[in-house]
């Protein structure tokens, strides 16, 4: 400390930085890892792309001596594994609105782009960060997911699906691509809306509302338009089979990416032109 | 270094900030003041860049802030309005924005230590109260080790304690040679921590002078004046630019004349005198006269343009 005694000074700073991308893409892990609220619904989102197929393969395994033919016919060991994605891409969409929204409710947006005033490095450390980490917890998950409803499985052998079979690490490995790239797309739905609940409305709607929405138009039209929502699309990145009314899994993840891709584009030039 | 040029801002159809144009120079104190609403936290969001500017354009050390590479350098700036997560706690909400421009974590540390914070810095800043929030702010706004601090407002909420300090933070800021710029809708802090004065009303500039300036100004030529024969005394003085007021049997309240001359013209004609006192307005009273003229001003001006 310099100064004489009895006043306050400040603490010269010795080294002087500067904002770099890879310094914001710190800043903003440092802030998903430090919110008590992102660590949960990340455990939970794990819990269930696990927890979930589980309980269904152990369901399944003990009411197979009921089940009909027809039932039995229907049952996937894949539908099976990659059940719990279904579910925990409601926690995933949801934190992915949250990763900026909380921002704006509470104000931290103001000292976040006061750090990084240019803005845009700040949108995308932010979709990096949670996109990795997204990745990176839900690839395990629908693994075990995957290893451990069949293992549950392992007494019906009409069941047992090997991993070298065509299709099923893709389609595994779809299952975590398409959670971070939900995660990439709220993120963006957050920081167009700006709003919490309004951000998980409209995700809501486009996933969850909207798409059976559509069975009430005629067949053709329906046929015509569902395998392009956001949400067909995704759906078909983690899904072994396609119908000839659904896209395959490539065209599906380029779809789905360009989904992304937009939404990040017009939330970063709204982030830009807006008032903070 | 802030340089405002004729900055200004219009939310919808209303006009937060219009026209101001003025510098705040390294090494003194400059107070911001104006009435709440006047638009003092809006020229501090133009100043960050957070809002951009319908007109004029304002720079941070010769630069817009937006441009600079090291913007916490640069300008530290302490928001009315807060903006910490309330979930994350005042280590990690610092360590966040440091992490941004590569500061380590003992400079998190410093901060924490210099605002006093020590014993909650673990704490979830939603459990702050008031002054906690203001402390670990002000820590935010010096991080950078800035050539340049801006706080609106830092007393709010504090303590007598807290004031003092913050008083003597800014004082001391000042003397190393940084450029600080303080906000109030109070003239008596105004009074205690400024050197120099922006006041405004309505979003425009009514004063950009030092303290003593504004004072002298402010209380033009009022003389209190107690006399036996005060009736008498009246009738002498009142020409043109002079008026009298009389709030009781005795005693006048000259306006427009200095004392020097009421003596003299009192002795010129043998009135005795019990009290001649030049009146010295407070600075409270000072900033209501200016920003009540400045609202009268304003509606005088409208009233005009509805009649052309």
């Known amino acids: 400390m310099t100064g004489e005694a009895g006043t306050i000074s400040l603490p010269t700073l010795t080294t002087r930085g500067r904002v770099t991308q890879a310094r914001v893409v710190r800043s903003e892990w440092t802030k998903l890892a430090t919110l008590r609220s992102t660590r949960w619904s990340l455990f939970v989102a794990v819990l269930l792309t696990i927890g979930l197929p589980l309980l269904f393969a152990a369901v399944t395994s003990s009411h197979w001596g009921s089940m009909s033919p027809q039932e039995r016919a229907n049952r996937h060991p894949l539908d099976i594994a990659l059940a719990g994605v279904n579910l925990s891409q409601l926690a995933i969409g949801v934190l992915g609105v949250l990763v900026i929204t909380g921002e704006y409710s509470t104000g931290m947006i103001r000292a976040s782009l006061t750090a990084v005033p240019k803005r845009l490095p700040m949108l995308w450390a932010k979709a990096a960060v949670f996109a990795v980490t997204t990745f990176v917890l839900m690839l395990p998950a629908v693994f075990i997911a995957f290893f451990g409803s069949q293992a549950i499985l392992s007494h019906h052998d009409i069941l047992q699906i090997s991993l070298s079979h065509p299709g099923v690490t893709r389609t595994i490995v779809g299952g975590a691509v398409y959670l971070m790239l939900l995660g990439i797309f709220t993120l963006a739905l957050g920081t167009i809306v700006r709003n919490t609940a309004g951000a998980i409305a409209v995700f809501a709607a486009i996933f969850f509302v909207i798409p059976p929405l559509l069975n009430i138009l005629p067949t053709s039209w329906n046929n015509a338009i569902s395998p392009y929502l956001p949400d067909a699309a995704g759906r078909s990145v983690f899904s072994l089979t396609h119908g000839s009314h659904s896209l395959g899994p490539g065209s599906g993840l380029a779809l789905f990416v360009g989904y992304c891709a937009l939404a990040l584009a017009i939330a970063a030039v709204v982030l830009l032109r807006r008032d903070a | ?308």
């Open chain 2, 1 to 308: 270094m802030i340089e405002a040029n004729g900055l200004t801002k219009d939310y919808g159809s209303k006009r937060a900030v219009d026209g101001l144009t003025f510098t705040v120079r390294p090494g003194v104190v400059t107070g911001f003041l104006g009435p709440n609403g006047s638009g003092k936290s809006t020229t501090m969001r133009l100043v960050l860049g957070l809002d951009a500017p319908t007109a004029g354009d304002v720079r941070v050390n010769g630069k817009h802030y937006r441009d600079h590479a090291a913007p916490l350098h640069e300008v530290g700036a302490l928001l009315e309005a807060r903006s910490v997560h309330t979930g994350r706690s005042a280590y990690n909400h610092l360590l966040a924005l440091a992490q941004t421009h590569g500061l380590p974590r003992r400079r998190v540390d410093e901060l924490i230590d210099l605002v006093g914070l020590h014993d909650v810095a673990r704490k979830r800043a939603g459990q702050f109260s008031l002054g906690m929030g203001q402390r670990l702010g002000i820590a935010a706004a010096l991080l950078g080790d800035p050539h340049t601090v801006m706080l609106d407002e830092p007393v709010n909420g504090l303590d007598p304690e807290g004031i003092q300090w913050v008083r003597h933070l800014l004082k001391e800021l000042a003397a190393e040679g940084r450029a600080v710029f303080v906000s109030s809708h109070l003239m008596s802090e105004m009074a205690l921590t400024a050197d120099h004065l922006i006041v405004i009303g309505r979003g425009r500039l009514i004063a950009d002078t030092s303290v003593e300036e504004l004072v002298r100004t402010a209380s033009g030529n009022v003389v209190l004046v107690r006399s036996p024969q005060a009736e008498a005394l009246r009738d002498r003085i009142v020409s043109d630019g002079v008026s009298v007021v009389s709030n009781a049997p005795g005693l006048l309240e000259v306006h427009g004349l200095p004392a020097d001359r009421i003596g003299e013209i009192a002795a010129a004609h043998g009135i005795v005198l019990h009290e001649l006192t030049p009146q010295q307005v407070s600075l409270e009273q000072a900033f209501m006269d200016m920003t009540r003229d400045q609202l009268e001003f304003r509606t005088g001006e409208l009233v005009t343009a509805d009649a052309a």
